[in-house]
């Protein structure tokens, strides 16, 4: 039986599609799609992604530990700090994507769902004995996501806190309802917004106060063609244990100062291997889509293969990321996509699909 979020009866009564996935009952749309997508850009949107695992360490040897786990640079983070990184195997294949957060007096990680209980058991692997306590906090807690040009005015308005002056990809603490609040300004939609994580108990009231602020809900599809036009790498699509960061563009997110992380030696031993398959962005002549395991032709040879696919609402054009041979990923160039049988036209284009405007 797929479990189920604080929120799962209320997205039944909004009339939801409800999907498993990754072991949840999810919801993938509401209205459509399309009008999810469009809202999130154009206005604001919330996602239930209470799905994602949450990991709350503290003690002594959190710090140290995450710093051995991730591939970024955890240990010159200060308070109210997050950074993207990744946890690796030992031969430097991606076990995850994740997000690290410093607190006052602890840590926080943010895993996929699909992920979870594979991170927790490479946790227990490696430190059989840590100095440091772990709590997972993903059945007690609720996380919403609330994204879009005008997400942030209305947290501010909601939490009775100005978050105006958040940096991106920083959090905050603070007492929300009687309750703890765990703010910060990140998001998987390419546009500006922010993730709160609340006591599951105070999931509904905080999804009260988004309908008083006439912010609509999305679901996963939306968070998929959002995600998508913004070249953010999905788990199980750009990223998996066959696939290390450096081929998916993810070389921001591997410390320099040293290799001292699992799979950090075997990760530089592998950046002299030629021909590795790099990650790019393929823009379709004609409105199908292309999906992951769809081929990537040159001269009506295979050089590589479609990660992910979808229409983008926003670029107007049938969009995908795809990992190819090194010789032909320069943009402009022409290739073809095999879509169930039939050739599509396409062609090389830089990444990401869609950028948000910056005022």
């Not at 154009?42 to 709350?56: C, K, L, V, Y």
């Not at 765990?182 to 106060?209: F, N």
């Not at 953010?232 to 070389?251: C, V």
Request: aromatic share 8%; glycine share 10%; net charge neutral.
């Amino acid at each position: 039986m797929a479990s189920q979020t604080a929120l799962f009866d209320l997205h039944k009564k909004l009339g939801a599609r409800i999907v498993d996935f990754a072991g949840w009952d999810m919801p993938v749309q509401y209205k459509g799609i399309v009008e999810e997508h469009n809202a999130v850009r154009n206005s604001q949107g919330a996602f239930d992604i209470s799905h994602m695992g949450r990991i709350h360490l503290d003690g002594a040897g959190a710090g140290p530990f995450l710093a051995k786990l991730a591939t970024c640079d955890v240990l010159t983070l200060a308070p109210g700090q997050i950074r993207y990184g990744l946890v690796l195997n030992d031969d430097a294949f991606a076990l995850d994507d994740v997000l690290v957060y410093r607190l006052e007096k602890s840590w926080y990680l943010v895993v996929n769902a699909s992920n979870r209980g594979k991170i927790l058991d490479w946790i227990q692997t490696k430190f059989p004995n840590p100095d440091f306590r772990l709590h997972d906090e993903t059945s007690t807690t609720a996380m919403i996501a609330i994204q879009g040009p005008k997400a942030v005015a209305t947290c501010s308005k909601i939490a009775g806190t100005d978050f105006s002056g958040m940096g991106y990809y920083r959090c905050q603490e603070l007492s929300w309802q009687g309750a703890r609040l765990l703010a910060s300004r990140t998001g998987y939609t390419g546009e500006d917004g922010m993730e709160w994580t609340v006591p599951a108990a105070k999931a509904q009231q905080l999804a009260d106060e988004l309908e008083k602020a006439g912010v609509p809900w999305s679901g996963l599809g939306a968070r998929d063609t959002l995600r998508l036009e913004a070249a953010m790498p999905l788990y199980g699509h750009e990223l998996d244990e066959s696939t290390d960061p450096l081929q998916a563009g993810l070389g921001f997110a591997i410390r320099k100062s040293d290799t001292d992380f699992f799979g950090g030696k075997a990760l530089a031993g592998r950046t002299h291997i030629a021909n590795r398959p790099v990650r790019i962005g393929l823009k379709l002549a004609g409105k199908r889509i292309a999906r992951q395991g769809d081929k990537v032709l040159k001269d009506g040879q295979q050089v590589g293969t479609v990660t992910s696919g979808t229409f983008g609402p926003t670029v107007g054009a049938s969009i995908a990321m795809a990992m190819v041979d090194p010789s032909v990923k320069s943009p402009g160039l022409a290739l073809t996509v095999d879509v169930r049988g039939k050739p599509e036209e396409a062609q090389v284009v830089k990444l990401p699909f869609y950028k948000r405007p910056v005022a």
